[in-house]
């Protein structure tokens, strides 16, 4: 899968109650999540975030709360990916889990900024800034992870016969 | 090479003889729970996914915890979710408001949570349950809706990490203290993806709430999961919470430690001795210091209560510090016991009267406040002390407030005082 939008850069350890306040958990309504996506981080994310965008952050992000609200409000605001130095642990399988792109790499943020536009190629584990002709090398995630992410999440997964994920 | 007490939980649950850190695995689960935020949506994808009936009706909590008693027309929608699922496959823990109790503090007491058990939770502090020995972590919605239609979960076997306590504790630290100092030690991300085993004589010498104190906040640091190795007071726990159930875990004990020559990614080793009451300054648990170094912070609101903090023990050293004294008239105190019997214990110990006499609001359990759900929300500039868990911008209330994380004894007493206060100037 290739991607390609505008960067959103967050600072390290962006946590779940930033990235969707516990105030607007009385719903599982992807479109309501998505109005309040990364509130408490950056008030004024949703009236600049556009379809493709992708995040860009440093170390811990997704940290604190296990609430997959916080990847579907990511993944309903019209983010296609997040690229971080690292990921808390929930907030990866949840991402993987519902079927939102997510990239960890060291040397990240490095010179990202705002506004700069991003190459990733999932399949490849690569991230590239044609501006600054600069490419990150990712592991690719393990083939079972692929295959969630590519069938649209976990519970796709499960859907052709119950127990399918018995051959992970 | 030798198991941690983790890796030999988690190859059990697999069938194997031995797992190695960083391998893949789909584990069997003994038990999965969800509350009222995260249920709703696991609820939602097993369904969307077609699938009949739960895996196993007995081995799935249904905790109506965060937004109850209900604070609104949604929060009591997605209550409803569980109640009407719990209802239609006949779910056997599933708990009314009335019986129910935070979850964290519930789930032990009722007796679901023993040694060598694998629980998985939707609720980043399923990792309470390390404290008797089990191998419990927290993951999202999708995965408990995985668990609740095969029984299995994927995992990647984690890298343990070794704590190790020496020393003598001082009067007024306890387990909460050894964790923040823990956290302010190795950072939030300090064990990402990795176990925590909690070691030494200090952790032999803590009682089981403040055990659960500690595993609870494992993933602070971002820890898989927190653990301690089951002792005799961990079957004296588990022997009254199960009745005679608790014979089935009786030949756990033989297994249920790390070996000696097991492998660790890090070990540390402190003494606590010198280890004040700690305080976790905003925004980040990480953020902690000695308590007498805060004593010029005025508070407005003190909250004792949550799945870290709200259990019996915690209470009663609240009262001990308030009895016979008043919340001062510029501070909101809000206690909250962790379930309904500990309510009962409280009522019955005399320790509500204390706390309704000093001027403190009593709430039904409840998770509330700790999120910045309902009943005790914090206004813009307010500064809290709380025995809750995590102080994140915005977390009990407006992004503009903040929250110190304390011992159940700091929060007590800096209600009394207006301000951070170490508990031996109060009593």
Not at chain 1, 10 to 20: A, K, L, P, R
Not at chain 1, 76 to 99: D, E, H, L, Q, T
């Amino acid at each position: 899968m290739k991607l390609k939008g505008r960067a959103h850069k967050f600072g390290d350890n962006v946590n779940t109650d930033e990235i969707i306040p516990a105030r607007y958990l009385n719903t599982i309504d992807p479109a309501i999540l998505s109005r309040h996506c990364m509130e408490d981080a950056d008030p004024d994310f949703v009236n600049k975030v556009e379809k493709g965008d992708i995040i860009v952050a440093g170390s811990n992000f997704g940290c604190g709360s296990s609430r997959e609200h916080a990847p579907i409000a990511i993944k309903a605001s019209g983010i296609s990916c997040v690229i971080a130095r690292s990921f808390a642990r929930i907030f990866y399988r949840n991402a993987i889990n519902i079927g939102l792109p997510i990239l960890e790499n060291g040397q990240l943020p490095g010179d990202i900024q705002t506004g700069d536009i991003i190459e990733i190629d999932l399949a490849a584990g690569r991230i590239y800034e044609p501006k600054k002709d600069k490419a990150y090398i990712t592991q690719p995630f393990p083939e079972f992870m692929q295959r969630i992410v590519s069938a649209g999440g976990l519970m796709q997964c499960l859907k052709p016969e119950k127990g399918a994920q018995d051959t992970l | 090479m030798r198991q941690t007490i983790t890796e030999k939980i988690l190859a059990r649950h697999y069938a194997k003889k031995r797992v190695e850190p960083g391998e893949f695995i789909n584990a069997k689960v003994d038990l999965c729970l969800g509350n009222d935020i995260t249920a709703p949506l696991a609820i939602s994808e097993f369904e969307k996914a077609g699938i009949a009936d739960p895996w196993d009706k007995n081995r799935i909590a249904l905790v109506p915890d965060h937004f109850t008693p209900n604070k609104d027309a949604m929060s009591a929608r997605q209550c409803k979710v569980l109640q009407v699922f719990a209802k239609k496959h006949c779910i056997r823990h599933y708990f009314e408001q009335g019986r129910v109790g935070v979850e964290h503090a519930l789930l032990p007491e009722a007796g679901l949570t023993g040694p060598g058990d694998l629980i998985i939770g939707a609720d980043s502090h399923t990792c309470t349950y390390g404290a008797l020995g089990a191998f419990s972590t927290g993951v999202g919605s999708t995965d408990l809706a995985s668990v609740m239609a095969t029984g299995r979960c994927w995992f990647k076997v984690p890298q343990s990490m070794k704590f190790i306590y020496k020393g003598r504790m001082q009067k007024w630290s306890g387990g909460k203290d050894i964790i923040l100092f823990t956290i302010g030690k190795i950072g939030v991300d300090g064990a990402n993806y990795k176990a925590m085993e909690f070691t030494g004589p200090v952790i032999r010498g803590l009682s089981m709430d403040d055990r659960f104190s500690m595993c609870n906040m494992a993933i602070e640091a971002g820890g898989k999961n927190g653990i301690i190795a089951p002792d005799e007071k961990t079957r004296a726990y588990i022997k009254q919470a199960m009745g005679r159930r608790y014979l089935s875990y009786a030949a756990r004990w033989s297994y249920l430690f790390s070996d000696k020559e097991a492998c660790y990614s890090d070990s540390y080793e402190w003494d606590m001795s010198a280890v004040e009451p700690q305080v976790a300054c905003p925004h980040l648990p990480s953020n902690v210091k000695g308590v007498s170094a805060l004593k010029k912070v005025s508070i407005d609101q003190s909250v004792i209560g949550s799945c870290t903090n709200g259990r019996i023990s915690d209470l009663r050293i609240a009262a001990r510090i308030l009895k016979g004294k008043k919340v001062n008239s510029r501070v909101r105190l809000i206690v909250i016991p962790a379930t309904q019997n500990i309510y009962k214990q409280a009522l019955e110990e005399g320790l509500l009267e204390v706390f309704t006499k000093s001027g403190a609001v009593v709430e039904t359990p409840t998770c509330g406040p700790c999120l910045g759900g309902h009943a005790g929300i914090l206004a813009e500039g307010e500064v809290a002390i709380a025995t809750t868990n995590r102080n994140f911008v915005g977390r009990m209330g407006s992004p503009k407030s903040f929250v110190y994380l304390a011992n159940p004894a700091v929060a007590a007493a800096s209600a009394v005082k207006a301000r951070i206060t170490h508990p031996a100037e109060v009593v």
